[in-house]
């Protein structure tokens, strides 16, 4: 079977449909505009099956189109019908079929409950894309072979405001959460057209749909120079040696054709290490960002070597972010490039650093100046292993949780603002955040800034302490601080300073007339700097991140050393 992390392979595999074929249904949900049509009908022709649509399938009983049926009828009426339909569609389902829903669909209890003996896949699409979409459809008789009359686009708060309704319900369904279809011609078996995404994922929907632990999940991330499954369950480590069998067909890699070679720290892989089954080799650093060096990184490749680790081999990189940038840039680096999987298992890991493909190492001067992007293979969460973290470190890791929220907005922050605890919803809340930035943007040309919110000063304090007074969620803790003083959002520095104060994080440095020459000075040396200046990420408010801002040098000061007070 070909690698799920191989897209390549899979399309030139042409492998009969039933080696691909999952044990359960697989049915399609999400917005308008997703593609879910397209997606199911491209998946049934990689099966070999017919697809089912219930918008289709609908007008077909009715007679007449869906938008007839509002007009005629009104909304209740036809969700009435709709839900028979697709109760019925669901409870005949067998294996290996493939149905696409109507958006609106599972706004009915019974056919949430129908859904579940299901593979439930959600085509995740921003709501700016949806509605541009939709609105590409209004003069064209189908889109992607999707129904183009809407009844419910027709206006744009309306539309913002039914999409905020039910994404909560998306999730909540999702085993599995794919990036909405491109806008291109449907793929074909026989034909040259690249595989769609949802195809390119069939051996992963696969594999999840018999995974052992039910409430295991599949994020898909797609960036440009690759994509990779994210899986999350709670309890995949939870046993000694019962990781690896948990996981099964999960992971990311065949480990009967490429051997894993494990990076951990000495404390992880005391507790984690012989979970995930036998290893290759296992090279243990020391915990913390003072071994984030290319000295550890040279001990690491020179004992990858003498391992006789070759290129068809992977890393795995079990730990938190110094693991896994380290780890990553090893893998980037040895014989030139080979796989990594990340097995995060701090808070800033699972919900930050181990996606997006930046790997590195500090110097004294500056922090991450020397690094690579390399996409993982796969990237393994278990947010039980944070029972473990010590609370300090939890603590500091709940920062990139604010972070991201700051960033997103919306539910997330509502919940972040409240005070509310990690939970694996907010894990994957906040993965699904970053991963939507990578694929728009992988390499920090746009949009990808903004997740550096807070980090500019951040990693200034982190260089002029030398890496040794403050954990690197702390040090960005007091940087958000600065960021939203320089972007004029007093209040909103006011709550996020007493969110920091209430799980014990600092809120202001702790030698500031000593520091604030040198932390000014280190901002000038980030290594986003092009030019003369460094560009700053700006709040304008939560989910409105302003990157490429340019700040007054005595703004600046100010904001640093308003720290100290």
Known sequence: MASITDPAAISRAGAPATSVAPGKALVFIGFMGSGKTTTATEVAARLRVTALDSDRLIEERLGHSVAEEFALHGEDAFRAKEEVLVCDLLANAGPGEVIALGGGSVLSERVREALKPHLTVLLDVAVDDAWKRVGEASAMDSVDGELAERPLARDRNAFDALYASRQEIYLGLADAILPAASRRAPYRPTGSEDPGVAVRALPALRALAGATRPSTRLLWASAR?????????????????????????????????????????????????????????????????????????????????????????????????????????????????????????????????????????????????????????????????????????????????????????????????????????????????????????????????????????????????????????????????????????????????????????????????????????????????????????????????????????????AAVEELGR
């Open 225 to 557: 120079s690759g994509e990779y499954p994210v899986v999350i369950a709670s309890g995949l480590l939870g046993e000694s040696d019962g990781g690896a069998a948990a996981l099964g067909d999960l992971w990311p890699l065949e480990r009967s054709r490429s051997r894993p070679f494990l990076v951990t720290d000495e404390i992880v892989g005391r507790l984690y290490g012989a979970r995930l089954g036998a290893q290759a080799a296992s090279i243990a650093i020391a915990p913390g960002e003072g071994a984030k060096t290319l000295r550890s990184a040279e001990r690491v490749w020179r004992e990858l070597a003498a391992a006789g680790m070759t290129r068809a081999d992977h890393v795995v990189a079990l730990g938190g972010g110094v693991v896994g940038d380290l780890a990553g840039f090893c893998a980037a680096g040895y014989q030139r490039g080979v796989p990594v999987v990340h097995v995060p298992t701090t808070l800033v890991a699972q919900v930050d650093s181990a996606y997006g493909g930046k790997t590195g190492v500090d110097l004294p001067e500056a922090k991450n100046y020397v690094g690579i992007y390399h996409q993982p293979a796969g990237v393994v969460v278990d947010p039980d292993t944070l029972d473990t973290l010590p609370a300090a470190e939890l603590a500091a890791g709940w920062v990139e949780v604010l972070k991201t929220a700051l960033i997103a907005g919306g539910r997330l922050w509502e919940c972040v603002e409240a005070g509310g605890e990690v939970d694996e919803w907010t894990i994957l809340a906040c993965a699904r955040t970053k991963l939507a930035i990578v694929a728009e943007d992988e390499r920090d040309g746009g949009r990808r800034q903004a997740l550096n919110l807070g980090h500019t000063v951040g990693h200034a304090i982190e260089t002029a302490t030398g890496y040794a007074r403050y954990r690197h969620g702390e040090a960005v803790g007091l940087g958000l601080l600065a960021a939203l003083r320089l972007s004029g959002q007093d209040a909103l520095r006011a709550r996020v300073r007493e969110l920091l104060l209430a799980r014990g994080l600092p809120a202001t440095l702790a030698d500031a007339g000593a520091e604030v020459e040198e932390i000014v000075a280190a901002t000038a040396r980030d290594k986003k700097r092009i030019g003369a200046n460094v560009p700053f990420v700006l709040l304008a408010e939560p989910g409105e991140a302003r990157i490429g801002c340019e700040v007054d040098g005595r703004e600046l000061r």
